[in-house]
Nanobody
Framework: QAQLVESGGGSVQAGGSLKLSCAASGFIRCGMAWYRQAPGKERELVSN???????SSADSVKGRFTISRDNAKNWLYLQMTSLKTEDTAVYYC????????????WGQGTQVTVSS
């Protein structure tokens, strides 16, 4: 049974940093991603990373957020720096991209709140 469990969210002032973690289990190693959803907005892709470690990020977070993974331990990470108030959202870990887009498995989400 596939399971993704996020941790590391919290409240921080603008300019601060947070590191999100996602513990993965129950599925064959595959591409993973971080999404976020702010109040009143659609869920958006933040960063994704394939099995080999090739990553990409949304323009809004480039240079500030870094996605990484530890394949040996089945963990996914998102290091967030220079946080802005507009980064406030629930952040979701996702795994195993579908052929037609989207991901098969999702975590429950972790709240990140950035205050000015």
């Amino acid at each position: 049974q596939a399971q993704l469990v996020e941790s590391g969210g919290g409240s921080v002032q603008a300019g601060g940093s947070l590191k999100l973690s996602c513990a993965a289990s129950g599925f064959i190693r595959c591409g993973m991603a971080w999404y976020r959803q702010a109040p009143g907005k659609e869920r958006e892709l933040v960063s994704n990373i394939d099995v080999s470690g090739t990553a990409s990020s949304a323009d809004s977070v480039k240079g500030r957020f870094t996605i990484s993974r530890d394949n040996a331990k089945n963990w996914l990470y998102l290091q967030m720096t220079s946080l802005k108030t507009e980064d406030t959202a629930v952040y979701y870990c996702a795994a195993c991209r579908r052929v037609n887009g989207g991901y098969n498995y999702w975590g429950q989400g972790t709240q990140v709140t950035v205050s000015s």
